[in-house]
């Protein structure tokens, strides 16, 4: 039968699901690689010619928002006061349906070395290696998946973008414990990221500014195998409290950088692509030419240590077609590499919004554009 309007022309609408029907949906559209529009429509077109269902507690429903195909929408409100119920009852049937239709297909993945690290770095500032190690940590968590993110730069944008306060000076800190200067549980210093459906499954581990003194530190050490290895012999006692630890790193080349990109070689027991490096990156030449210094670096490491890192993909950020030939082109260049392109995240406001106020992006707008994306990409790393 063919259906009577377009899936390709969609319009937006509104509805108020309780939390648990939503973060449900969320995790069930990732484990089987849909995007969410694309279940919610399944649901309601089977629903609106379906029978009639028991209801659903919709009991403290908070705003849920997505894209029907045009005609859709004003079929489901039609068939909602057929039966003689709100059209907030019969958004959260057709859900239920689909749900009950879609049964999930498998478990989180079996970790045999802890949790899977990825390493969001780039050695060119501005390209959004912050807004890609927090929407992607935050879709992670939205799947169900426990993540721990570490602002690992000592410039502290990802803590303050979330609304977090920087670890004092004199304090105990991420770089102390892999100096040694530290005592106690590294868990004592994490906190818990607040807002949307990712609560209880997504932690913080702040910045602190003596991190800028870390690499100094690194160099003068007096051990051969410190510089590479200080973050991984902090990390490795918590690894098996989480299935992601995603780190947000400076814009550098030095030790710092080192010890990241050590963290996120390749385990004897891991699939090559289950830990490695994420590369934000931008279409201009910049970029290119910032991410062939990290290559070089990436390929020095290798060598040295006799090691496997893997760069995972790119993430192509910022993009705006309007921009015209410099931008296709730039992105057609990513496009063409060995690694995939992960994801493309358009030029929108919502971001720098969440930014202004401090608040997550999928908390703060998880219906626009850079949040679907970043689902798509979290869809990609969680394979």
Known sequence: ????????????????????????????????????????????????????????????????????????YERLRTASKKRKISYNQGVAQSIRLWLDSNPSVRSAPVRTTGARRLVIGNQKGGVGKTSVAAGAAQALAEMGRRVLLIDFDPQGHLTRQLGYTMLEIDSPSLAKHMLGDAEGDLRSLFVPIKGGD???????????????????????????????????????????????????????????????????????????????????????????????????????????LKVEIVVIGFVVNLYDARNGYIATSSLESWESMDEPVLGIVPELKEQREAVRRKEPLLAYEPDCEQARVMRSIARRLNV
Do not use: H, N
């Open 1 to 72: 039968m063919t259906a009577p309007y377009s899936p390709d022309d969609r319009e937006k609408v509104v509805a108020k699901l309780p939390t648990d029907l939503r973060r449900e949906l969320k995790v069930r559209a990732a484990e089987l690689d849909m995007d969410i529009q694309d279940a919610v429509t399944a649901g309601v077109t089977s629903w609106i010619g379906g029978k009639e269902l028991p209801a659903v507690d919709t009991s403290g429903g908070t705003s849920f928002a997505t894209y029907l195909p045009v005609g859709l």
């Open 198 to 304: 990712f609560e209880e499954r997504l932690w913080l581990l702040p910045a602190c500014k003596d991190a800028f003194l870390l690499d100094a530190k690194l160099a003068t050490t007096r051990s051969v195998r410190i510089k590479e290895t200080a973050l991984e012999r902090v990390l490795v006692e918590v690894e098996e409290d989480f299935d992601f630890i995603v780190v947000d790193c400076p814009p550098s080349l030095g030790y710092t950088m080192d010890t990241a990109l050590y963290y996120a070689r390749t385990r004897e027991e891991e699939e090559p692509t289950q830990s490695g490096l994420v590369v934000p990156v931008q279409a201009e030449d910049t970029s290119g030419d910032a991410y062939d210094m990290l290559a070089d670096q990436i390929d020095d490491l290798c060598d040295d």
